[in-house]
């Protein structure tokens, strides 16, 4: 073999071995950071409700990846779509808050929570992490009022930070329901969170989207 030959292919090697050195230290970062998130996630839900007397938490079911973001309806679902977007705050009012574990479900589109071999709160259930600006999404479907009742629709949230331990804060409610009382509007708009009841607006595709932002 030449020595030509030779060090072309030494030359080939070496190259072969810097050009893996960047992706090796890219998948170590990237599995770093998972493990971080999850590491955040765990340290999280040591401060969930764990209370097999109360039915109104679900903090400590979250699954591992959970986002900023979260769909709760399926292209089948024959209702009404809904998007909120949200940017959760201190207690300032204005300074974000990342790294807030919601929790939140509501009722189907005949107002009822779980059926047959479902959760208890039924399929319109999920989680969302607040970014680093505070912020997180839901799509879903609009909720149905309970069955033979005048509960206006709603839907539940609670609050879990590594900090704060879970909290049952007040529900989303919407503008123009019915069933929506001057009581709802008094207790809900008091107090030191924003005011949960949701005007929503059609969006270019036809969705119901609204804004619920949330002071801790």
Known sequence: MSNSQKSRREFLQQASVMLAVPFILNCRTDTSAQDKSLGLLDEIKKNAINDPSSEWWGAKDAPPNVGFKTTLATASDQAPRLRITVTVYQSD??????????????????????????????????????DTAGRYGIDTIMPASYPSSTTAAHIHMTLTGKNLREDWIDSILFEGDRFLTTRDRVIRKGGFRFNPVLKLEKDANGVLAGVRDIRL
């Open 93 to 130: 009012g204005k300074t974000p808050a990342p790294n807030i574990l919601i929790y939140l479900y509501h009722t189907d589109a005949y107002g009822i929570y779980g059926r047959t071999s479902e959760h208890r709160h039924g399929k319109y259930r999920g989680w969302v992490l607040t």
